[in-house]
Nanobody
Framework: VQLVESGGGLVQPGGSQRLSCAASGFTFSSYHMRWYRQAPGKERELVAAITRDGGSTNYADSVKGRFTISRDNAKNTVYLQMNSLKSEDTAVYYC?????????WGQGTQVTVSS
């Protein structure tokens, strides 16, 4: 199992960024996917989740209305579109999947929101 995030970087407050997570080594379309983030000195928190068919999504209250999780099962990729970014969104963002009761994480991608 491999989860590889990309798309992080420096963005100004109010700006947008799209993260991608390319999955391999398992049947991607059979598993729900999640995005987490961890800010310096804070615990890792769930940001968004999506069901295996993309039909249902859930978001942390702090990102509702600003972030959108989506997936392309043909490309084995899950996305996180982040709009109206705030300084408090600065964190390392991780892609996550639970497969056969094991937790799998990507290496993370840094998102820094700063002027």
């Amino acid at each position: 199992v491999q989860l590889v995030e990309s798309g992080g970087g420096l963005v100004q407050p109010g700006g947008s960024q799209r993260l991608s997570c390319a999955a391999s080594g398992f049947t991607f379309s059979s598993y729900h996917m999640r995005w987490y983030r961890q800010a310096p000195g804070k615990e890792r928190e769930l940001v968004a989740a999506i069901t295996r068919d993309g039909g249902s999504t859930n978001y942390a209250d702090s990102v509702k209305g600003r972030f959108t999780i989506s997936r392309d099962n043909a490309k084995n990729t899950v996305y996180l579109q982040m709009n109206s970014l705030k300084s408090e969104d600065t964190a390392v963002y991780y892609c996550y999947a639970q497969i056969a009761f094991r937790d799998y994480w990507g290496q993370g991608t840094q998102v820094t929101v700063s002027s």
